[in-house]
Nanobody, 134 residues
Framework: QVQLQESGPGLVKPSQTLSLTCTVS??????????WSWIRQAPGKGLEWMGA???????YYSPSLKSRTSISRDTAKNTFTLQLRSVTPEDTAVYYC??????????????????????????WGQGTQVTISS
């Protein structure tokens, strides 16, 4: 059974770096054609896809967050991690990790747009609240 679980601090000060880890069980993160994403939902707003790391280790980011976001993985621990730099109170949200399957069929491979369709994600973590406040 596939399970995802987010972990990390619930409170981060403005200008600092938010760091969250998603622990995956039931399937190796290197399993071919699976992509592992971070998604968030700010109060009163919709879900926002932030970025993903592929089974190959390639990363993809939302253009609006690319300058502040890094996603990495630890294949030995079967985890992947989000780092969001220079946070502000607008980054207060519930953060989710999630998985989808994707096979690129076009000439140009996979782009961030291909991974941002949230309806295609089949497994999600329960979400973790992160508040940005001094």
């Amino acid at each position: 059974q596939v399970q995802l679980q987010e972990s990390g601090p619930g409170l981060v000060k403005p200008s600092q770096t938010l760091s969250l880890t998603c622990t995956v069980s039931g399937v190796p993160v290197v399993t071919i054609h699976y992509y592992w994403s971070w998604i968030r939902q700010a109060p009163g707003k919709g879900l926002e896809w932030m970025g993903a790391i592929a089974y190959s280790g390639t990363t993809y980011y939302s253009p609006s967050l690319k300058s502040r976001t890094s996603i990495s993985r630890d294949t030995a621990k079967n985890t992947f991690t989000l780092q969001l730099r220079s946070v502000t109170p607008e980054d207060t949200a519930v953060y989710y990790c999630a998985r989808r399957h994707w096979v690129a069929t076009g000439l140009y491979g996979t782009s961030w747009n291909d991974l941002a369709d949230l309806d295609e994600y089949d497994y999600w973590g329960q979400g973790t609240q992160v508040t940005i406040s001094s």
